[in-house]
């Protein structure tokens, strides 16, 4: 952070203007000519905490997906059917058993093997054959695809939490104030709640595996260097495998997630498959912190644009990609 600020320190005041500012909006009653200028802040409040929760939703796609694309180079475009297949067995699960917790076990179990068997017979036959991963992986997502729809068919499903996250939670931010002067809170739903945080913890532990401990650092050698490694005695084609089924894993659970506080339904996976190379392109390749800055805006854009600029709402996911790509094409966090 203190190097940032001694190389940019014009963009450090413009970020802690833009911060300050933000925690006002949310904190504050607003005066009634602002609600007549951007509308009530209710609804500002919905679309931002809407914003951050789907951008949680986005990190635990993308966060396996920059597993598998940033640090290996494993092309996976059938990403996006992990997470949709993922997500059609938790619904099954908990249907069937009324556990919810069960059906992120079996859902991330599942993909996890499902992952291995993908990097076994697909990507070791192709290392470094980017074009041949990009076409077999289509291909493998519309069989998959086709699949889906026969066992599960067209309709809507969507996975039903416990009982004591139903229902809303009463938050300490001010949408209105009463003509007697009393302050109406924000009301927002447990189980968006519950998931946020779950994502943050689960994006600490990847980051801190990844940089703290003896596999995460045999993983950034592998990429680095691979031959070196092997000739330590690293076994680098297993923590290869290890880390594709994590990635998988990761996919499947975020199905789970998805389907709670969503719904599944087929196109589901190309749509967050499309959101997952756009947070990696966003936040770069290879960076857990970055995936989660790219999820955080892509996640606010996308529900910013819904609300205020429903036509260019989808302008504006893509617009952000450009900037990204111009000014910075490593992405914000990643390495040249």
């Known amino acids: 952070m203190s190097r940032f600020v001694e190389r940019h320190p014009v963009w450090s005041i413009v970020i802690l203007l833009a911060v300050v500012l933000m925690l006002w909006l949310i904190v504050s009653p607003w005066p009634e000519g602002l609600e007549d200028a951007i509308g009530r802040k209710k609804v500002f409040l919905n679309a931002l905490f809407n914003g951050i929760t789907l951008g949680a939703l986005y990190f635990l796609v993308a966060s396996g997906f920059t597993l598998i694309f940033g640090l290996m180079r494993n092309v996976n475009l059938a990403h996006g059917s992990l997470y949709l297949f993922g997500g059609y067995l938790g619904y099954t699960v908990s249907d069937a058993t009324g556990n919810w917790y069960l059906s992120f076990l079996v859902a991330f179990l599942a993909m996890a093997l499902f992952g291995v068997i993908l990097q076994v017979g697909v990507f070791r036959r192709m290392e470094g054959e980017e074009l041949r991963q990009t076409l077999v992986t289509i291909g493998i997502s519309i069989v998959m695809a086709d699949i889906m729809l026969w066992i599960w068919g067209g309709d809507f499903y969507q996975v039903e939490p416990p009982d004591w996250l139903f229902g809303a939670v009463e938050l300490p931010f001010i949408t209105a104030l009463k003509s007697s002067g009393e302050a109406v809170y924000m009301k927002y739903p447990a189980v968006r709640i519950f998931i946020f945080f779950a994502a943050a913890v689960l994006g600490i532990l990847m980051w801190l595996a990844l940089n703290r401990t003896k596999i995460g650092m045999m993983v950034r050698a592998g990429v680095d260097d691979r031959d070196m490694l092997s000739a330590t005695g690293v076994r680098i084609q297993l923590v290869f495998v290890m880390v594709f089924a994590l990635g998988a894993g990761l996919a499947g659970l975020a199905g789970v997630v998805g389907g709670t506080f969503q719904s599944l339904a087929p196109g589901v996976d190309t749509r967050f498959l499309l959101a997952s190379l756009v947070v990696v392109i966003v936040g770069g390749m290879g960076s857990i912190p970055g995936a989660a800055l790219g999820a955080l ?29 111009a000014f910075r094409p490593q992405g914000l966090l990643g390495r040249r």
């Not at 892509?298 to 790509?325: D, H, K, N, R």
């Open 297 to 325: 805006l892509i996640g606010l854009s996308e529900q910013f644009g819904s609300v205020y600029l429903p036509t260019y709402a989808v302008v504006t996911t893509f617009l952000i990609m450009v900037l990204v790509l």
